[in-house]
């Protein structure tokens, strides 16, 4: 009868289903009646494992591995700790001191083993057993009422470790209405090339400074992926920073600017108090940038946007555009100010195919936008075709040094 092999956990999120699910596996075992051993290790509770995550995981990771080799299984708790369990056979016996000698660190070896391990024979101490599940079930519940009371906890925590779920995102939600947004406001020129080879600046990008943000406030995220869900996080970045906006208008009065926007904010009611606190007069030195993951989620959405926005009378880019897009999409046909066009070094290579060059050349040249101008290809490339609105740190570098000179 098969009972559950380790690799089982690795499907298993890192929260209180983890223990669920071991009580459940405890209870099968002990209705089975076979004698088996199980093992909790508290390595939460050695201090060169408690304080440094990577060599938790390091442990964790070689306690899966001698699990394996012995014919164990693995069970990991949402702190961390871990338990072990072996059909109890001639062999067994050893084991606990086999993994106090080769599988902990020093201070473990040292210390009495009563701190860090805890031995229990089912079916005979199965109570006790269940007992100490609990206990891990009351830390992690209590883990988990704080993080929800807590956004800027949570979001330090090892919960927010990885990509983005729906939690986190809402953790986020929350933590921005606790926090002043404008302090990670960023921006970069759009420039424009003249004929006597200066730049003059167009206009500015306003956004939020994802790595900053990050770096400060939940550094374990992974903020692109998946793709549905960092477009929710950018909607409700738009909505807070419009709402400071709003409030602040007089921050941005009289600046050329662009903004990002999702779809959905456009139809918002902050996106109508935003409207309402920016005279009709000053609408035209500002422009929205939607991005193409709506245009992909929501195609009739995104042109029923470009109308409203057009029709307020601000401008609209289509931004996050890669040139390899171009040979799929109509992009002339859309009523948008601008098209930005993604030039960084990763996408340069797209813009010597032939089919590229000939898509991009059926946009009206002044709506092009080439941003994230990293590299003189790009450049070159651009100004060859016509091109003469560039983003990026490569002209911010190049305005720098004329400015100097």
Same mark, same amino acid.
């Given at each position: 009868m098969r009972v559950w092999e380790f690799e089982d956990n690795k499907a298993i999120p890192s929260d209180l289903v983890l223990e669920q699910d071991f009580t459940m596996r405890v209870r099968r075992l002990n209705r089975l009646g076979t004698p088996f051993l199980v093992i909790n290790l508290m390595l939460t509770a050695i201090d060169s494992l408690g304080k440094y995550r990577s060599a938790l995981e390091a442990a964790q990771q070689r306690l899966q591995e001698f699990?394996?080799?012995?014919?164990?299984? +693995?069970? !990991?708790?949402?702190?961390?700790? $871990?338990? %072990?369990?072996? !059909? *109890?056979?001639?062999?067994?016996?050893?084991?606990?001191? #086999? @993994?106090?000698?080769? @599988? %902990?660190p020093e201070d473990a070896k040292t210390a009495d083993a009563g701190k860090c391990m805890l031995l229990f024979h089912l079916p005979d101490g199965y109570t006790p057993l269940r007992e100490r599940i609990n206990h891990y079930v009351e830390i992690a519940r209590a883990a988990a009422a704080a993080e929800e009371s807590e956004p800027a906890h949570a979001l330090q925590s090892e919960a927010a470790r990885g990509p983005l779920t729906a939690w986190s995102v809402d953790q986020i939600e929350k933590l921005l209405g606790e926090i002043?947004? &404008?302090? +990670? $406001? &960023?921006? =970069?020129?759009? +420039?424009? +090339? =003249?004929?006597?080879?200066?730049? =003059?600046? @167009?206009?500015?990008e306003y956004f939020v400074g994802f790595e900053d943000l990050k770096r400060d406030r939940f550094p374990k995220l992974d903020l692109i992926t998946p793709p549905h869900l960092f477009l929710e996080l950018c909607h409700a970045l738009d909505q807070n920073l419009l709402v400071e906006l709003a409030v602040h208008y007089d921050s941005i009065a009289g600046r050329r600017l662009f903004l990002n926007l999702s779809v959905a904010s456009v139809?918002?009611?902050?996106?109508?108090? /935003?409207?309402?606190? $920016?005279?009709?007069? =000053?609408?035209?030195?500002?422009? /929205? !940038?939607?991005? #193409?993951?709506? %245009? /992909?989620?929501?195609?009739?959405?995104? @042109?029923?946007?470009?109308?409203? %926005? #057009? &029709? *307020?009378? /601000?401008? $609209?880019?289509?931004?996050?555009i890669t040139p390899d897009m171009a040979v799929y999409f109509n992009f002339a046909a859309f009523e948008a100010d601008f098209i930005k066009i993604n030039v960084s070094k990763e996408r340069a290579d797209q813009l010597a195919d032939p089919s590229v060059a000939e898509a991009l050349s059926k946009i009206p040249k002044e709506k092009l936008i080439f941003f994230r101008c990293d590299n003189e290809r790009a450049l070159k490339t651009g100004l060859a075709m016509g091109v003469s609105k560039f983003q990026g740190w490569l002209i911010d570098d190049a305005v720098k040094q004329a400015h100097g000179a």
């Open positions: 699990a394996k080799i012995t014919g164990g299984t +693995y069970a !990991e708790m949402s702190n961390g700790d $871990v338990f %072990l369990v072996w !059909e *109890e056979s001639k062999e067994t016996h050893v084991l606990p001191s #086999r @993994l106090l000698a080769a @599988l %902990l002043d947004l &404008r302090r +990670y $406001v &960023r921006t =970069q020129p759009i +420039y424009e +090339y =003249q004929p006597d080879g200066k730049w =003059q600046p @167009l206009s500015e139809m918002s009611t902050v996106f109508a108090r /935003f409207c309402h606190s $920016v005279p009709k007069e =000053q609408r035209p030195l500002i422009g /929205f !940038e939607l991005h #193409r993951g709506d %245009l /992909f989620q929501d195609f009739s959405g995104t @042109l029923n946007a470009i109308t409203l %926005l #057009r &029709r *307020e009378g /601000f401008a $609209v880019a289509l931004d996050g």
